[in-house]
């Protein structure tokens, strides 16, 4: 069963303006929260991450948000570029887990 | 330059035979993780270690087989039982107590079955 669930297999955004990629969860235990960055044939790169005890964290043009009661994140990006097409994933874990759950990807493409 | 490193990136076997994927880091990461990456689904847990000489099932272990010798090293070896191999394994790494920090990843082995 999916833990973690990225609804939108794809979004498509104009260069400049904002993109939404958002994320739900059902374990209630998760405390941290995670977004990679993905290209075709590479490994993920770590994006930027949340604990629970925010509900909002910045860095730079990323931004990630999250709703406990609501048990969803979403990951913003302002002003979109064409180099941020990629697949994000976003992932989920307990404080005693040992391991992060991922979601299945939401393709971003940044049209220029 | 400290890093991950996945080898070979592509990887042909036949049908029957046993492979053996490397995994090698020099992050000093208490914790290494093996992926598995099919199309429409995302990343799913095959093993994970925490310590050297000890390693536990992840969600899709059957038809795998790992080994953590030595802390900068955790090969996976993908056998004959494992009914649909063709796929995209990525390895991870990661300290140990800092989850905020995520893993570090490698670049991946594309093994395709023949």
């Known amino acids: 069963d999916q833990q973690v669930k990225q609804n939108s297999p794809s979004l498509s955004v104009q260069e400049g303006r904002i993109s939404i990629l958002n994320c739900d969860y059902t374990n209630s235990m998760f405390d941290y929260f995670l977004w990679y960055k993905k290209y075709p044939a590479e490994g993920p790169t770590f994006l930027i991450s949340i604990s629970s005890i925010k509900d909002k964290n910045e860095d730079g043009r990323f931004t990630v948000f999250l709703n406990k009661s609501a048990k969803h994140l979403s990951l913003h990006i302002v002003p979109s570029q064409p180099g941020d097409s990629a697949v994000y994933f976003c992932?989920?874990?307990?404080?005693?887990?040992?391991?992060?759950?991922f979601g299945t990807g939401t393709s971003l493409t940044v049209i220029p | 330059d400290g890093g991950i490193t996945q080898s070979p990136k592509y990887l042909f076997r036949k049908e029957g035979q046993n492979v053996t994927l490397s995994c090698e880091q020099n992050?000093?990461?208490?914790?290494m993780y093996w992926y598995r990456q099919d199309p429409g689904q995302g990343l799913r847990l095959i093993y994970y270690s925490q310590i050297v000489n000890d390693f536990q099932k992840g969600d899709i272990a059957e038809g795998y087989s790992v080994s953590r010798e030595k802390k900068e090293s955790f090969p996976l070896t993908v056998t004959s039982a494992q009914k649909n191999p063709t796929a995209f394994y990525l390895c991870a790494s990661s300290h140990r107590d800092s989850p905020l920090g995520g893993y570090t990843f490698g670049s991946g082995t594309r093994l395709t079955v023949v």
């Open positions: 992050l000093n990461h208490d914790a």
């Open positions: 992932a989920a874990s307990s404080y005693t887990g040992n391991q992060f759950y």
